[in-house]
């Protein structure tokens, strides 16, 4: 739910607003109930990540006003709900670390790159690479990853955070050229400007998870995208409508439009209008 909304300008304070509320009030529960709680937590507590892999040591690299910081910071700040209640409640927590998850399932309009590639091409419109395509992700097949949370809430010893994700990396371009070459479209790869803020590269160091779980994905992304592009190509899309507008990459163009209208940067970086 908090994917589908965190472009959406309407919402951006609300995604904050749900994580924080969210987390305490479950945390509040599982006290009340002494249960043991797991957070869906998420790569996007890494930002734009300068360490690759990314290991759960890493304390990432978050702009905490851009455009995506009402997610990332939203996330983040759970975290530090399940650790504080685990310390100060003795709270059972689990906190995985969850790196782009796609398959059968996957709402047809969520808006990641996934879904969007797949619905463009099965329909023949254009694909949209946002940027040149150089950015990487890495992409977790949903049985892996409920293998690997299933794992986690069954340890008795590790609470995490732990990353849970497949470490192959892709570009993005890769994706679009292997979703074309899979549905056999027609579609073109068109590209639009990159939203601000959008991380380099993604790819998650699993050594925790194998060490303490025994945890590894076992399916490879091209098997998971052929699984994925059945289950898109028999939806009834009468059943679904499009939540939000096609327009992550406007967050960049007004960012673009923006620098192009201000003063210029010398190379120190000071503005010449502020000299
Ligand atoms: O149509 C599209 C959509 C997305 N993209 C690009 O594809 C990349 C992946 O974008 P996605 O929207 O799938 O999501 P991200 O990998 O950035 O974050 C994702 O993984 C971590 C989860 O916690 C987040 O909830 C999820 O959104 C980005 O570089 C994005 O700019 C496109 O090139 N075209």
Excluded at 93 to 117: C, E, K, L, Q
Excluded at 196 to 206: E, L, N
Aim: hydrophobic share 35%; proline share 5%; aromatic share 8%.
């Amino acid at each position: 739910m908090l994917t589908m909304i965190r472009f959406h300008p309407v919402h951006h304070g609300l995604a904050v607003k749900v994580s924080f509320f969210g987390a305490m009030n479950m945390l509040g529960l599982a006290k009340r109930v002494n249960a043991r709680i797991l957070q869906a937590s998420t790569s996007e507590v890494y930002g734009d990540a300068q360490e690759s892999p990314q290991t759960e040591s890493y304390w990432g690299n978050v702009n905490c006003h851009g455009v995506r910081a009402c997610y990332d910071e939203g996330k983040r700040v759970a975290e530090t709900l399940f650790f504080d209640f685990h310390r100060q409640h003795k709270i059972e927590v689990r906190v995985a670390r969850i790196f782009n998850t796609f398959g059968p399932g996957m709402h047809p309009y969520d808006g990641r790159v996934v879904s969007n590639f797949i619905m463009q091409a099965l329909s023949g419109e254009d694909i949209t690479i946002y940027g040149d395509g150089g950015q990487t992700r890495s992409f977790c097949f949903v049985d892996d990853l409920i293998e690997g949370l299933v794992r986690l809430m069954n340890n008795d010893t590790e609470i995490g955070p732990m990353n849970i994700g497949n470490p192959t990396e892709f570009t993005i371009k890769q994706l679009a050229e292997m979703t074309v070459r899979l549905t056999k479209s027609p579609s073109k790869i068109i590209y639009k400007p990159l939203p601000q803020d959008d991380p380099k590269q993604r790819r998650p160091d699993i050594s925790f998870a194998k060490s303490a779980l025994d945890w590894e994905p076992n399916v490879a992304l091209e098997e998971g995208l052929a699984k994925t592009i059945e289950y898109f190509s028999k939806l009834d899309m009468r059943n679904f409508k499009k939540p939000t507008t096609h327009d992550a990459h406007k967050n960049s163009e007004a960012e673009e439009k923006r620098a192009k209208n201000a003063s210029p940067v010398r190379s120190n970086g000071i503005s010449a209008a502020t000299k």
